[in-house]
């Protein structure tokens, strides 16, 4: 059930893209509409979808967000969000980005699955991922929150595309099958030093069961995951600054590396 109108939804969304594309702060949509539900907040989020498609770009994939019981406890929120990529916010691995168009990034070590054949919720569950996934490689996130001091609560988090704003795709791909989900290592570097250790099992126990989720939460639009998408399942690490300057390596056990730099 939704308690805003189709105008407010097409402002808000407008509101939080405008601050994402132009690289500005707003406060937490909620201060201004306590009211607001969860079917609101992704209406929002699908309206901005909706305006990039408008406009020409191409949806590249979707990503889970606050997939980690750990990185619910640091932001205060209470479970996993979704969101989509954007074709402009894929950077080859090992390219730059430019930190003057993001507000105040934060980089997160995280896996991509691409599917062989659709999922549709309700009722998706870990062998079915397995089942329809085509290919597991590494990704890098880096999220961008448009809320202040990334003070927000889950509803605008959704409204704002779950903080998406660039990811690195990279590294190498593997067969679900012979890698060691669960255990699979992660450890990430900035500047050379090792700052974040983590391993697959951080998301959600086992990193399919993100994109389960996924596929169950989409379903409740009636919507579905095509097959051939590209779907970063959630932070293995915890979420790290980044400024200027800033060189990043992530190293992922069997599958190779990601890295960037922020110029
Ligand atoms: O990718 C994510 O985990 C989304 C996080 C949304 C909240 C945040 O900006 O930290
Ligand atoms: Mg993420």
Redesign the pocket.
């Known amino acids: 059930m939704g308690n805003l109108t189709k105008d407010q939804i097409e402002q808000l969304a407008e509101h939080c893209e405008n601050a994402e594309l132009q690289a500005y702060e707003i406060t937490k949509i909620t201060d201004d509409f306590p009211d607001m539900t969860y079917k609101d907040a992704f209406d929002i989020q699908w309206e901005i979808r909706r305006r990039k498609e408008a406009r020409g770009h191409k949806i590249v994939g979707m ?5 980690s019981w750990a ?1 619910m406890a640091q ?1 205060g ?1 209470e479970q996993p ?1 979704y ?1 989509f990529l954007a074709d402009y916010f894929a950077v080859p691995d090992g390219g730059e980005i430019k930190i003057d168009e993001l507000i105040h990034p ?1 980089i ?1 070590a995280e896996l991509a699955f691409v599917t062989k054949a659709p999922l549709k919720g309700p009722g998706v569950h870990i062998a079915d991922v397995l089942r329809a996934t085509d290919f597991v490689m590494p990704a890098v ?1 880096i ?1 961008d ?1 448009r809320y202040k001091d ?1 003070k ?1 609560d889950l509803k605008s ?1 959704i409204a704002d595309n ?3 704003s660039r990811f690195v795709a990279g590294g190498t791909m593997a067969k679900a099958e012979d890698l060691d989900l669960k255990n699979i290592g992660v450890v990430m570097e900035l500047n050379g030093e090792v700052v974040q250790v983590g391993a697959g099992a951080a998301v959600l126990g086992h990193p399919a069961s993100s994109v389960a989720m996924l596929a169950n939460m989409l379903g409740e639009r009636g919507e579905e995951i095509p097959a051939g998408t590209y779907i970063m399942i ?2 293995i690490t915890a ?1 790290v600054q980044v400024n200027k300057g800033d060189s990043f390596t992530v190293r992922y056990q069997d599958l190779g590396t990601v890295s960037g730099k922020f110029v």
């Open positions: 990503k889970m967000g606050l997939t990185k932001m929120v969000c969101g934060k997160e996130e999220i929150s990334f927000f988090v779950s903080s998406s959630g932070a979420a």
